[in-house]
């Protein structure tokens, strides 16, 4: 990937493909999560292909839906890594609507050919774990071939996989126009990346960027992105206590990467030196331990040796959410604290809440990565911003400012 916005390129969508009479191979992404008895707990994904599904079949299309799932070991079929859970809900989903079916082991099975034969308009195939085959994390050309002979389309709509270079994402899309065949964006992908692309390109003022999680080095290219185009970045989470080493503060027994100590000095000086503002906690919910019903205490400024930081405190919470308010833009990746553990959910809940006041306020607020929108859901406000993004990685990438290879292999606009 080269470095520029991955959303620089218009691409040709879904809504502009004559699809009638034909089959068409959608990518999508229905990597989800589940719960240990295999039971799907968010299915946000896979509602989000349905806008580009239903598109294609009210064209008077044939279906085939792929997607990768888990981290099988590429040799063939693996019982707990099956798709099978997604095409249950996904048959619910389309009821009604659509005949969905499911075949084969691996995707380019006897099975899996003969049953994309037998599709017809109207229909739905879900292919088995396209990660059942090795060539799809290789990103081989004879791999993508086999699928390229599927269906005379392709669509890109599993922006939560674009930044990956597998197959199905990059070398199937250039299989497909080779062979004279049109490769789109599905609906999702475009409108992610419309409003990723916009956020960053063109974005409202003042325009506020939180970003949280664990470590510094899992966000820092899209810090130093960001200090070009931000007015002020709100820094929580566990990465946050870096910054404050950074500046001298004890931070007890929190979670602190030494070797980006001096990374994230830099990134404070040259915040400063760009005239942007770098909001850090004043104050902490501390734990004695990261588990229920231990010892906590709230503590401003330097923390004692034997205590950690789990959560921004009342004071940051207030000072945080005034920024947000008065944001006309924000984009967010990452929670203030260890939200999954009360009560270190505190933080993350005033952040959101001030997001979903300025949503109401009529400013545009994106939420990325996979811990942010599962806050969002524990806390039930999901709906309340403008949009939820469905990558973690993609979305992140996007905000270092990287550009996808496999949106510039889709036709162009």
């Known amino acids: 990937m080269?470095?520029?916005?991955?959303?620089?390129?218009?691409?040709?969508?879904?809504?502009?493909?004559?699809a009638k009479g034909k089959t068409v191979f959608v990518?999508?992404?229905?990597?989800?999560?589940?719960?240990?008895?295999g039971a799907i707990t968010d299915d946000r994904r896979i509602r989000g292909a349905l806008p580009t599904i239903e598109c294609?079949?009210?064209?008077?299309?044939?279906?085939?839906?792929?997607?990768?799932?888990?981290?099988?070991?590429?040799?063939?079929?693996?019982?707990?890594?099956?798709?099978?859970?997604?095409f249950e809900r996904l048959k619910q989903l389309l009821a009604g609507k659509a005949e969905v079916r499911f075949a084969g082991e691996v995707p380019t099975d006897a099975a899996s050919a003969a049953a994309v034969a037998a599709l017809r308009p109207g229909q739905v195939l879900l292919l088995e774990n396209l990660r059942f085959e090795k060539g799809e994390k290789k990103g081989d050309a004879a791999f993508a071939g086999k699928l390229a002979a599927y269906a005379q389309a392709y669509v890109n709509d599993a922006f939560g996989a674009s930044h990956r270079a597998d197959a199905s994402m990059v070398a199937l899309p250039r299989a497909m126009r080779a062979a004279g065949k049109p490769a789109?964006?599905?609906?999702?992908?475009?409108k992610e990346l419309r409003f990723l692309g916009a956020a960053l390109e063109s974005p409202?003022?003042?325009?506020?960027?939180?970003?949280?999680?664990?470590?510094?080095?899992?966000?820092?290219?899209?810090?130093?992105?960001l200090l070009d185009k931000v007015d002020a970045i709100v820094v929580g989470g566990a990465m946050a206590y870096t910054f404050l080493r950074a500046q001298g503060v004890a931070t007890g027994s929190s979670l602190v990467e030494p070797d980006m100590v001096e990374r994230a000095a830099g990134i404070l000086r040259d915040a400063h030196a760009r005239g942007r503002t770098i909001l850090l906690p004043v104050d902490?919910?501390?734990?004695?331990k990261l588990e229920p019903g231990t010892e906590t205490a709230v503590v401003a400024g330097a923390i004692p040796d034997g205590w950690m930081g789990l959560d921004i405190g009342p004071r940051s919470q207030a000072l945080f959410a005034e920024a947000c308010r008065a944001a006309r833009q924000v984009v967010w990746n990452g929670p203030m604290g260890a939200f999954e553990t009360k009560p270190f959910d505190a933080g993350t809940l005033a952040v959101a809440r001030a997001v979903a006041e300025a949503t109401a306020a009529g400013a545009v607020t994106i939420a990325g990565g996979g811990d942010t929108a599962a806050s969002l859901d524990?806390?039930?406000?999901?709906?309340?911003?403008?949009?939820?993004?469905?990558?973690?990685?993609?979305?992140?990438?996007?905000?270092?400012?990287?550009r996808f290879e496999s949106v510039d292999a889709l036709d162009a606009a």
């Open 27 to 37: 990518r999508a992404d229905f990597n989800v999560p589940t719960d240990d008895a």
């Open 204 to 225: 409202r003022r003042p325009f506020v960027a939180i970003v949280g999680g664990a470590k510094v080095s899992d966000k820092l290219a899209a810090l130093s992105n």
């Open 2 to 18: 080269t470095e520029a916005n991955a959303a620089a390129a218009p691409r040709r969508t879904v809504d502009s493909l004559d």
């Open 56 to 86: 294609l079949l009210g064209k008077g299309a044939a279906v085939v839906v792929a997607s990768h799932f888990g981290r099988p070991a590429g040799t063939g079929y693996e019982a707990g890594e099956s798709l099978k859970p997604v």
């Open 378 to 402: 524990v806390l039930g406000l999901a709906d309340a911003l403008t949009h939820v993004s469905t990558g973690g990685g993609a979305s992140l990438e996007m905000l270092e400012g990287k």
């Open 284 to 288: 902490h919910v501390c734990g004695r």
């Open 184 to 190: 789109v964006a599905g609906r999702l992908l475009e």
